[in-house]
């Protein structure tokens, strides 16, 4: 049973930094690329970053460029999110999220593209 599970989230000031993790379970960890992304109350679910299985490709939402970034150990089946220069409209429900691939320079950036997810876990950062 393919299972991913998000940890690190929590309360911080703006400014502060956050490193979010995702442990997946149940499937080729290196075989799939992954992806973070985020729900805020009220909202749709919004693209945060993306990774290639092989961790050499990377791509990033616009407001999250040179503020998070996205990182992998397949050794240790763990996706990562640094996420630095936090912000109020940063606050959601983050998860991560993969997706099966052939190719290891595939990334991905639409939610309905991905194949499994995880349970979220809440960021909040106060003003």
């Known amino acids: 049973q393919v299972q991913l599970v998000e940890s690190g989230g929590g309360l911080v000031q703006a400014g502060g930094s956050l490193r979010l993790s995702c442990a997946a379970s149940?499937?080729?960890?290196?075989?799939?690329?992954m992806g973070w992304f985020r729900q805020a109350p009220g909202q749709e679910r919004e693209f945060v970053a993306a990774?290639?299985?092989?961790?050499?490709?990377?791509y990033y939402a616009d407001s999250m460029k040179g503020r998070f970034t996205i990182s992998r150990d397949n050794a240790k089946n763990t996706v990562y999110l640094q996420m630095n220069s936090l912000k109020p409209e940063d606050t959601a429900v983050y998860y991560c999220?993969?997706?099966?691939?052939?190719?290891?320079?595939?990334?991905?950036?639409?939610?309905?593209?991905?194949?499994?997810w995880g349970q979220g876990t809440q960021v909040t950062v106060s003003s």
């Open positions: 149940g499937l080729t960890f290196s075989s799939n690329a």
């Open positions: 990774i290639s299985w092989s961790g050499g490709i990377t």
């Open positions: 999220a993969a997706k099966y691939s052939r190719d290891y320079w595939a990334i991905y950036r639409s939610y309905d593209e991905y194949d499994y």
